[in-house]
């Protein structure tokens, strides 16, 4: 089986660290390709940025010359997952929604800790459309960057592990969802340091993707997620960005 | 005050009728400016579609070079309002959001009636995200697509009608917002066939940007919509498309 | 084009101060008419009052003698907006709604403040009815009663600023909406002083019923909103109060 | 215990099979006083009628002279309620809420049949306030007007009994709420003639309003119906109707 | 007429108290009998407790041989009474659920202050499910256990009255209903110390019980709560526990 | 890696055969075990039952005496699932979540086919508690008992293609969960006649389970599913049933 992992932004350390974390967890026998988009933003934190990844996401997959049996999407309340449902016929998973998913196997409520406030929102509004949030405790926001996650790790874990404990002494959270691909390797940690349970997105996506491929089930395309039909389409693909 | 209409598709003629319609109810002294983005499909009837006008859409925008003081995003169920906030300083007004706002202050529900089937979901979650699904008694497809309105008006019409009709006696709608773009400068006569306030999301846009531009005001740049953080961007702007 | 402007409570002043604030904000040939109410409390603080002020605010437009396009009812979180719709032809726009209405364009979510806490319920409980609620972060009192709004503005002044930075710190609001008609003319000096768009529901009320005019759209009269039907009724209208 | 039962219309017989229900299932010791409006609607169907009744009834009560332990507002959907609990200190009841409320303690979902198609959204919006909506299944019309109800009660019979029957198969209702005021004495037969439960709003109004008095529970006066404060009103009491 | 009041716990105390509180409000002519579950916990502060404690309320009113009008179920939070609905056929109440309703009809928005926090969301998701969650300002635990309730009775109250002030000023409470059966009798002076009225599950649901006899009215069986269909079911009734 | 697979009726071919749908999905050195109730009825189609499984599931894992490493409670739409987290420290998987969750990553909505009409509510209201109703397009009854689908499983394909069918059409189903533990093996033959993914919720859990151990994740202690406080428990474990 061969799972494709789709960074959203197009900073490759972080590609690699995600496919790590992908490949930590994966069965035996399931191949990890990470992916770096061609063009957008060198780290997601807003709609603009989102809204070029959902493209540059699709693009990269649609260039990838190879067979493969699912996509999972490591951007953490972004945009697009619904336009690749509709261009492959392979399952769809979007770390969002896988973490939120899997937390909720495992308690009451969770909570999300994400990097900058300006991207709860898009965050809350992603699960909410994926009618995940109604057991989200909270959204919060460590207030580091994507990109100083990677660059002052020991900053980054203080900060999301005392959001953590505000998620759960305030929010009533019972889990705790890492809430950017980036922070990919810090579940342990977090778990240890909270007393939790630590969901990362990358890894729950890597379980569920496998699941679906082995349960022989992929994507309906019997509506919302139909293969586009066939029209004009100037500028793609492969027209622009690469 | 100039107000940028821009079309979700890349149809000239669509981009035309909709800032005719405009125009017809623009105020003396607004000019309405329509712009076709220089990308993306020629009609827009899913989500990968979607996606892709989001950016479309944007690029366009950032391209006109003049002074404007507001954007009219016309496609309806369409992404990418929230990125053309956060880039502007002026305010966006979505047609989907217009028409559902304005719908409101007529009547206790209203219905949507628009193209295709496969589009009803996405329009249902642009409405639930806005938060102006509440009081939306249904999204009924007419089952024509958005190029076929402008080849077969008659039978669109009656597709339309058809619809609106079993929207109010079944749905118990009170007002019928017509669903696309490309459906402006149809509501008179659906009004007339249905007794009931037709609203189409192209004039009631007007409107409202006229009214916010009067009132002073535009987007909050305080959270959701700041303007991006300074970061280094692939392909964006004017690396692709045109 | 003739504007009803109905204050919901008696003092006079209050209706100038109204009527003046919509002036300010209306099209050029758009006439707006002041009307104080001839019975009812001489400030509306709760549900006795705001149940009595329905009933005042339409005996007062049905004593107006001349013809109009449009009624505004200039009271935040009263009763009787659906009443006046039955009674009337044109639209009726209520600045409760108007205004949250007008805030949902401007960010991803509001906060009203108001007069005194007793009326918050009340306040809320209407958006929630309007399908308008989603979206709001809060609403707060400022505790000064509608009286002392006139009285002491300075101290008005503070109260609200105070409130609306709590409304953008703790609760997230991106937009303040002011939740009484007599904070009419605040607004400049609030946005100035929290630096976020400020909606007044007086001047957002006027563009929004401008705008229905122009549309040619009035209130459907299908269902909820038909024309009482004839019946005996015992004190109404000018049997009371005038 | 002196219980008042206010009847919504200015018709006369209407509040004496009212209050002759109301007596039926009171307890012994327990005195139903029927009250009449001095003004208002001879049958209340829609939102000007309900307005012009929220302030009727307060009046009525108001009015009355001697001392009471509860109120029973005796409309179905009908307006004014809060207003009562701020004028009184003793327990007000709304036989919308009553049956609705008994209705969750004897099935899964209930139902409401009611009078004309327009008073469906009033009654409605009253349950989705009173947050008793949830379990609502339907509320569907029978198409008589509350004055029919007296005139044809066979032909009153036979819609309610359809309308009911196709709540409980339709839309899977395992209650019946009789949805008017005016239908007091028909729960036996529909009962008889459904097989589930039928609740009329009059009669379990009297088992609520006992209970709270005998619980020595009355309305909380701590916030949203604190006692109306002090000022200046004019056109009330007494001023009107009467 | 004759109601059971069943405990869920097997502590003989607590049944003694709660029959006696029932006993204090139920009217002359009305026999109230304590039961006490032949198994289970001694208190019920969770999951499993709670599935115990439903299993074994229905097992000791199926023991029970004589004829009986009414059934209360005296457990806060606790699972069970849809099992008991299909087994009987008089009605069935449980004091979460009478103490909410009751609660509705006294104030806006009421909390509930119960026993140990790990309970707290059993009682939220019981009032959820059961469609009075929305007027539910929060659920507070004390922080007591059930049974020190009994033990330290001075140090329950004030650990009560305090969330309950809580409930008030921080969370809009205008109503108090007391979350555990054992709280019986505490609701006097906890109003007295709040100010605000104060609902006792147990007292409320007698009046609830005696109001729905006296209507004649009792469980649906069409659907939800039929009957449980005739088969093979090993190990019940009298096979364990007794 | 161990996992026990609970039928929550003690009809043995049914454990039989779900635990051999089981195996079918299972990975590589994952062993399942059915395990069978030593009490409760020999289908549960509920609340009596449902209740009684809830008890019987908790005994029944409780006496098994060797290591594992996740439990599956087979019953769909059943009680019991919080009572086994508390009781245990390794992941509790309810197929009824199991499916909900999987299908969301299908479709836009899911339906489910189940047995009788009565359990219906009960579906419902699990998927309501588990936060996973929001994008349920349906839960539809086939009318076929648990036991008849193993009697006439040729009947009760049909029948759960016809509401199958019904739910795409009708209400929009893009996926559709087999809603019964005993309708195993029959999602090949379903999703072949009707087009769309068809989630069985044994073979779902099987992947979920697996998935959670092989991420090191269990069920949070901290709350709600924290370990029962010691206390005397009259009657458990191992005192009835077996």
């Given at each position: 089986m061969r799972i494709l992992v789709v960074n959203?932004?197009?900073?490759?350390?972080?590609?690699?660290?995600?496919?790590?974390?992908?490949r930590a967890v994966a069965s035996p026998g399931t191949e990890i390709v990470g992916l770096t988009p061609f063009?957008?933003?060198?780290?997601v934190e807003g709609n603009f940025?989102?809204?070029l990844a959902a493209i540059a996401v699709m693009d990269r997959v649609m260039a990838y010359d190879q067979p493969f049996?699912?996509?999972?999407?490591?951007?953490?309340?972004?945009?697009?997952?619904e336009g690749l449902q509709e261009l492959l016929n392979v399952p769809v998973v979007d770390i969002t929604e896988a973490a939120a998913s899997t937390a909720m196997f495992l308690g009451h409520a969770y909570s999300v800790v994400t990097t900058?406030?300006?991207?709860v929102p898009l965050i809350e509004d992603r699960l909410k459309l994926a009618g995940l949030y109604q057991r989200c405790a909270s959204v919060r926001a460590s207030g580091m960057a994507?990109?100083?996650?990677?660059?002052?790790?020991?900053r980054a874990?203080?900060?999301?592990?005392?959001?953590?404990e505000l998620a759960i002494s305030e929010d009533k959270a019972e889990v705790i969802c890492l809430g950017c691909g980036g922070m990919a390797g810090l579940d342990e940690q977090i778990r240890y340091r909270t007393g939790v349970p630590v969901v990362d997105g990358v890894t729950s996506a890597v379980t569920i993707a496998e699941g679906l491929v082995r349960l022989g089930l992929s994507t309906s395309k019997i509506r919302t997620y139909a293969t586009p039909r066939p029209k004009k389409v100037i500028g793609w693909p492969g027209k622009f960005g690469h």
């Open positions: 959203v932004n197009t900073t490759e350390s972080i590609t690699e660290a995600i496919a790590k974390q992908a063009f957008g933003a060198e780290s940025e989102s809204y049996d699912a996509v999972i999407q490591a951007g953490y309340g972004e945009h697009g997952r900058l406030d300006r991207t994507v990109l100083e996650l990677e660059e002052d790790p020991l874990m203080e900060a999301i592990v005392r959001q953590a």
